[in-house]
């Protein structure tokens, strides 16, 4: 079930003095059950990307597949409301199925409880009562809630739980995709580090993709695998982490900077250090020191002998 | 969707209009509105259509951009003009079940209708070429006779003047609220009256929310600067009079008097009429 967007263009407030194009011929597809991340400099087109992904937009030019299937194609019936009918459930069902978390998702939140606010997804897909206080209790347990908190008021969590709670909202639709827009701003590192290892567990074990829109290389680094970088509307790099953060200096020059680990080996690399690969996490860093370690131990040692000979 | 509305936002371009003393804009609406409600027949309409397209001209600010904001009060003309049509006695003109369509009716709606529509466009003109702090420096000058019966009028100009800066945030909030609804399903634009004014509490609640907790930050930053009222406070841009304020008023002034000429013109007529009939002259 992957999303396609071919040759899509998005164009704010066409045809006035602040006329502004976010995206120009965008052409990418995200697979099921990838973590892929997001990057690029604020007002690079990222947040008009992902809306394009779920319908909340629709192309000025160009077209969104989900699944194959042109989610924007007009339903062929000839009555007016039976094709806005049609098209209101298309809508629906893409919805469900690409799960969108903006920035700052607890601000949504709306419902006097907990259950009742993680609820609301479910109600609007019109499940049966039963299958919901299964959803509600499934994506609850997804993001780390427990029972206690279902008769909580919203209202009166941390920021980091009202957090959960926003994300659980959408977990509870079951999507296939899930996008998170800077899921970790304003969180402590503790905060932030649950809610990402989290998401990656819910990738592995569920089989969602992830989509992750974040400005923290280290983060990108650690989770993805998978990195898009956007530069001003347009695809700038596609690949594998070690592939994009390889441009350490077009990605510094885009404003975004790479991991700080693979900072320190660049800079090493270019004091003579021997080190071949573009490094993306401690453990692999701390590998190679060892082993450079260790070489120059023996090299002393072999030193010492020779002058004992 | 609700970026189409433009009352209350400011256009930043510059023009001859945006230049004038918020003083000078904040009267001349007064004045405007006045002379709308003086007007009687259509042709002071058409009059004070003309002088509200040149002064939109003179603004260099787009027409369509101004048409198209009036999109927001659709609904409240249509209501207008429709009640105005069926509600005013007079001759019938057509009939349709037990509805009456009379010839002042239509002549009725068709004055309110256009009434209405100057008097947004005509306000608009002044948030648009005004910025909102601007336009509170002139309103607490305007004003400032009024401290002398105790009216508190430092504060009323603050208290409007963070209303009108907060319009544009709160509709941007409101469109990303109602976008992360739609995200987890909402749908606000089928089925009844009743369920879409249901399906719109999810936006609601978070919106009034997130005003309270910005007025609370806003209050806590402006005490952070010292913020305590108009007592010893002082002004980086003292507001003054220049030449085009003063051409403007005169223009003003000759709108008004042409406004109140063509309210009582018959009358006028009739007066000279009976005055020369007195003095023997007829």
Known sequence: MPIELRDVSYVYNEGLPSEHRALSHINVTFREGEFCA???????????????LNGLLKPTSGEVFLNGENIFEEPQ????????????????AVRQKVGLVFQYPEHQLFEMTVAEDVA????????????????????MAMVGLDKSYRKKSPFELSGGQKRRVAIAGVLAMKPDFLILDEPTAGLDPQGRDEILGQMKRLGEEQGIAILLVSHSMDDVARYADRVVAIEEGELKYDGKPEEVFSHADELKAMGLGIPQVTELAEQLKAKGFPIEKTVLDLDEMEAILTEWNQAKTEAVSEDKTEARG | MLRDITIGQY???????????????????????????????FLGFAAAGICLLLLIRCSNIPLKFIVRGQKSIAMLLLFTVVLN???????VLVRIWFLKITYQGLYTALFMGMRLIMLVIGCSMMTLTTTPLQLTDGLEKLLRP????KV????????????????PILMEETDKIMKAQSARGADFESGSLLRRAKSLIPVLVPLFISAFRRADELATAMEARCYRGDEGRTKMKELKYRTGDYVAMVLLLLFLLAMIFSRYLPGV??????????????
């Open chain 1, 38 to 52: 997001i990057i690029g400099h604020t007002g690079s087109g990222k947040s008009t990307l992902i809306q394009l």
């Open chain 1, 77 to 92: 019936t000839r009555s007016k409301k039976k094709r806005r009918e049609a098209r209101a459930k298309k809508m629906l």
């Open chain 1, 120 to 139: 609301f997804g479910p109600r609007n897909m019109q499940l049966p009562q039963e299958e919901i206080k299964k959803r509600v209790k499934e994506a």
């Open chain 2, 11 to 41: 256009y930043d371009v510059d023009s001859p209009v945006h230049r004038l003393d918020p003083r000078t804009k904040v009267l001349g609406t007064v004045i405007f509105i006045v002379g709308l409600f003086l007007v009687k027949s």
């Open chain 2, 85 to 91: 049509m069926f509600m005013v006695k007079g001759d």
């Open chain 2, 146 to 149: 009024l401290k002398k019966i």
């Open chain 2, 152 to 167: 508190p009028v430092h504060d009323i100009a603050m208290m409007m003047s963070i209303a009108l800066r907060f319009i």
């Open chain 2, 269 to 282: 007529r009739e007066l000279a009429g009976t005055v020369l009939t007195l003095l023997g002259v007829r």
